[in-house]
């Protein structure tokens, strides 16, 4: 079993900082991979339902014996189903074979659509109603939270967005310091565009682990969430043996020094869906 961190959302309830994710994972392939992460002692598990895997995952989930409250798991709300958020929901959950989430999240705000108020304001509700453990958003800008808060009076307890040395968003996450937002990481290793850089291979060098755990302890230094994916079981494992080395501050300095402003994925205030 892992002895990882947790963060305490704003509620109370506490979660894994490290989880794994199956973005771009082939339903066939993804219960193969999360089965391997379950057994390597990972128990947050990050889907969507437009990653077209919430069937794979549930496969592993139910396969592996886990008692279900030792498990935090993750999917989240398309853009294409904004209007009806609860139906969205309902097929999640047939899909993952759960009778809950324990965290749901709007995938993309797609402003142009001008839909996620009204879907935050059913999430509030799904929650108020104990059909899902916490809620929370994606791909926010500091502007979308801000309106998601005026407007039903309740700020997201997790904001997931793309975060790496090469974009580290710093003042999104000052806003989610003031807002009471736990910061999560998608991409936390930028789809490998960052692992060659010598600063990150220096400090892994230095304490003999791979570049991606010495970005991935990088970010659990600085409070971040992550959810790291692969397929391979090597590197499924090494992702998650993040607890026997500590940075100093001149290596965290190093490493945030390498922000410039590098996005493997859209910018959330032009992309709808």
Sequence with gaps: MST??????????RMPQVGFGVFQVPDAETTAAVATALEAGYRSIDTAAVYGNEAGTGRAIAASGLPRDELFVTSKLWVADLEHPREAYRRTLDRLGLDRLDLYLIHWPAPGLDRYVHAWAELAAMREEGLVREVGVSNFQPAHLDR???ETGV??????????PGLQQRELRAHH??????????????????????????????????PAQAVLRWHLQRGTVVIPKSVTPGRIRSNLDLTGFV???????????????????????????
């Design 177 to 210: 310091e003031r807002l009471g937002v736990v910061t999560e990481a998608w991409s936390p290793l930028a789809q490998g565009a960052v692992l060659d850089d010598p600063a990150v291979t220096a400090v892994a060098a230095r304490h003999g682990v791979s």
């Design 247 to 273: 940075l100093d501050e001149a290596e965290l300095a190093a490493v945030d020094a390498l922000d410039r402003g590098l996005r493997t994925g859209p910018h959330p205030d032009r992309f709808d869906g």
């Design 155 to 164: 700020t997201p307890v997790v904001n997931q967005v793309e975060l790496h």
């Design 4 to 13: 990882l961190p947790t963060v305490a959302l704003r509620t109370g309830t």
């Design 148 to 150: 998601v808060v005026r």
